[in-house]
């Protein structure tokens, strides 16, 4: 059984096409440039050449209708027939309350989808759009929508309220959701699968830290708090999104700044976090070219982001009265030693004991352990898969 996996952003789409029975990639692949002039595709296939094709492409259908002939093309697909794909998993960023598990598409699914578009302007939109696509051109296709916000709709009330006037919960729907669910979700079973536990006796904090970041206390298998809140610009600091300030900052830079609020918008999150503070870069490579430099401002950045993720795995283990294991993930979780080594040093107290040996060796590979062996946590880094595990919760499904 093969299951193809959609991840529309607003210019651009990722596919990859996975085959269940192995659960490896057949083929992977990103379009980028969807209605703008220069529009290219780029397929990925073990051991092959790239193929790579640069066709003008007005909208998402188009995209998918090349996303498809690429992947049956006679020389560089990988499939005969489009229907030797028994299904499409779509990541779809916003599930509201309405959605604690993933979903087969059908048309109230898209009305709610459609009505989450006010809590995720930015997402929604074009996820919505790839499944109408993929609705047009493969009608007898079941289609899955797998949500970001799904895995954090267990945390309880006293997580997701804010300390706000009630009525914007009861009336607006405003409300921590959490995001990356898929990701930490993830990580989470793996870390269980390699401890050869049971997740339900665990108590875990996965950290999601790429370009967007997030930590989550995932207790039994349960997300039960997470960083990122009502949008994903709340929490630790991330590639150019401030997290969590105090909120008074924003009438700061209204009032006495003169910025409108689409400004602020911009400020917050695009010339933020470790791009704001080191004036470097979104990129931590770039960061760590910086550093090497003896760059202050980016040793700063540096800091900033350890210190915060830091504190983040004290108060998580503190409301989950312990922790078993801590896993990182994603681009800058996976890479980069130097957040690793400033989130996890001071934390004996707790029975974090980190290997700093292990923890600079770069050969990840399916995870490594990097804490040392009489360490009381064990301390992870296990590459992400969210395609995988959008496929395996749509195979589920269908
Ligand atoms: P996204 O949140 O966009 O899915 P990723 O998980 O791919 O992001 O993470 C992207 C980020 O990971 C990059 O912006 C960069 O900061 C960081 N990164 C990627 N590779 C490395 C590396 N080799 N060393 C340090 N940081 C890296």
């Known amino acids: 059984m093969k299951v193809l996996v959609i991840n529309c952003g607003s210019s651009s789409l990722k596919y990859q096409l996975i085959d269940m029975t192995t659960e490896e990639a057949l083929a992977e692949g990103l379009v980028e440039r969807i209605g703008i002039q220069g529009s290219i595709l780029t397929q990925k296939v073990k051991g092959r050449d790239k193929y790579i094709v640069e066709n003008p492409l007005k909208d998402h259908q188009d995209a998918i209708e090349l996303v498809l002939n690429s992947l049956v093309h006679e020389k560089f697909g990988v499939i005969k027939s489009m229907d030797e794909i028994s299904a499409v998993g779509h990541r779809v960023v916003h599930g509201g309350e309405k959605y604690s598990q993933s979903v087969l598409v059908d048309e109230e699914v898209m009305k709610n989808i459609e009505e989450f578009i006010k809590l995720a302007p930015l997402h929604n939109p074009p996820n919505i759009i ?22 954090h709709q267990t945390m309880p009330e006293k997580a997701y309220v804010y300390p706000l006037s009630y009525e914007y ?6 409300r921590r959701y959490g995001f990356h669910g898929t990701s930490h979700k993830y990580v989470a079973n793996k870390v269980a699968e390699t401890m050869k536990k049971d997740i339900k006796d665990l108590k875990i904090i996965t950290c999601h830290l790429g370009n967007g970041v997030s930590v989550t206390a995932v207790d039994g298998g349960k997300s039960i708090d997470t960083t990122m809140g009502f949008t994903p610009l709340a929490g630790t600091i991330m590639g150019s999104r401030c997290g969590d300030i105090d909120p008074a900052i924003v009438m700061y830079l209204v009032k006495e700044k003169g910025y409108n609020i689409d400004e602020v918008n911009e400020i917050l999150n695009k010339k933020s976090g470790i791009l704001g503070v080191s004036g ?9 070219s910086a550093m090497g430099e003896n760059n202050k401002r980016a040793i700063l950045a ?14 998580y283990a503190a409301v989950m009265g ?11 979780g996976e890479h980069a030693p130097e957040v690793r080594i400033r989130a996890l040093t001071g934390l004996e107290f707790i029975g974090i004991k980190l290997d700093t040996t292990k923890n600079d060796s770069h050969e990840v590979g399916d995870g490594m352990l990097i804490s040392a062996e009489d360490s009381g946590v064990k301390v992870y880094v296990i590459p992400t898969n969210e395609e995988l595990m959008i496929a395996k ?3 589920a499904l269908v």
Do not use: S, W
């Open 393 to 395: 919760e749509t195979l």
């Open 322 to 332: 312990g922790v078993d294991a801590i896993v990182f993930t994603a681009g800058i």
């Open 169 to 174: 919960y009861e009336n607006d729907h405003i």
């Open 302 to 315: 540096t800091d900033i982001f350890g210190y915060q993720i830091k504190k983040q795995i004290g108060a």
């Open 280 to 288: 470097v870069g979104t990129d931590f490579r770039d960061i760590r």
């Open 130 to 151: 790839g499944i109408k696509a993929c609705q047009k051109l493969m009608p007898n296709t079941p289609m899955v929508c797998v949500f970001d916000t799904a895995f």
